[in-house]
């Protein structure tokens, strides 16, 4: 059994920054590949970033890149999301998954419970 918990959304002007946490229990977590996934209301749930177990490989939703970051630290058994320059598009609830690395939230078992980020214009 996994379990996701989110933590460092708020609110915060355009061209902001914030870095979203997400602490994994599980003593398989670092076998997971890991990803954030953001879905406005009214709106499907999207993705945004994925690394994989090792934390080499990441791949990034093409309205994100050059913006966000995600990394991880297998030692302390969390996965973080740097996001500057934010954009009033971006305010969603954020998500984070364990699972297959990939884009497709199919791919992904487990889901935290969520974060909201509301960026101002």
């Known amino acids: 059994q996994v379990q996701l918990v989110e933590s460092g959304g708020g609110l915060v002007q355009a061209g902001g920054s914030l870095r979203l946490t997400c602490a994994i229990s599980?003593?398989?977590?670092?076998?997971?590949?890991m990803g954030w996934f953001r879905q406005a209301p009214g709106k499907e749930r999207e993705f945004v970033a994925a690394i994989n177990w090792s934390g080499v490989n990441t791949y990034y939703a093409d309205s994100v890149k050059g913006r966000f970051t995600i990394s991880r630290d297998n030692a302390k058994n969390t996965v973080y999301l740097q996001m500057n320059v934010l954009k009033p598009e971006d305010t969603a609830d954020y998500y984070c998954?364990?699972?297959?690395?990939?884009?497709?939230?199919?791919?992904?078992?487990?889901w935290g419970q969520g974060t909201q980020v509301t960026v101002s214009s």
């Open positions: 998954a364990a699972g297959s690395f990939g884009s497709s939230p199919s791919g992904y078992n487990y």
């Open positions: 599980g003593r398989t977590y670092s076998t997971y590949s």
